[in-house]
């Protein structure tokens, strides 16, 4: 599986950012496979921001996004999305897009997803 994050940028306090991870070389149905983001400070280990189970039917985050960030995914397209809105300068990471089939109840380590994006760069300015 081939992921490609992409949507970063630098933007205030405040603002919002979509990030999308577009998969390929999917060895079955993208709806069959889990999706999550990851994110990345400088200094700082991996950590989980949210998630989307197979075929989208249900969704988890991180405490210090819920409310804000929104998980999200077209299986059409084969591709899943972070809606980022009252955007903080502690949200500025590194975002990497993650996937499995099917699903962990380990989620939110990065350890159980098995293929992964090359990041995307959100920097949020003060």
């Known amino acids: 599986v081939q992921l490609q994050a992409s949507g970063g940028g630098l933007v205030q306090t405040g603002g919002s950012l979509r990030l999308s991870c577009a998969a390929s070389g999917l060895a079955a149905t993208f709806r069959v496979y889990s999706m999550a983001w990851f994110r990345q400070a400088p200094g700082k280990e991996r950590e989980f921001v949210a998630a989307s189970r197979e075929s989208g039917g249900m969704k988890y985050y991180a405490d210090s996004v819920k409310g804000r960030f929104t998980i999200s995914r077209d299986n059409a397209k084969n591709t899943v999305y972070l809606q980022m809105n009252s955007l903080k300068p502690e949200d500025t990471a590194v975002y990497y897009c993650?996937?499995?089939?099917?699903?962990?109840?380990?989620?939110?380590?990065?350890?159980?997803?098995?293929?992964w994006g090359q990041g995307t760069l959100v920097t949020v300015s003060s």
């Open positions: 993650a996937a499995r089939l099917y699903w962990s109840v380990a989620y939110a380590s990065s350890g159980v997803w098995n293929s």
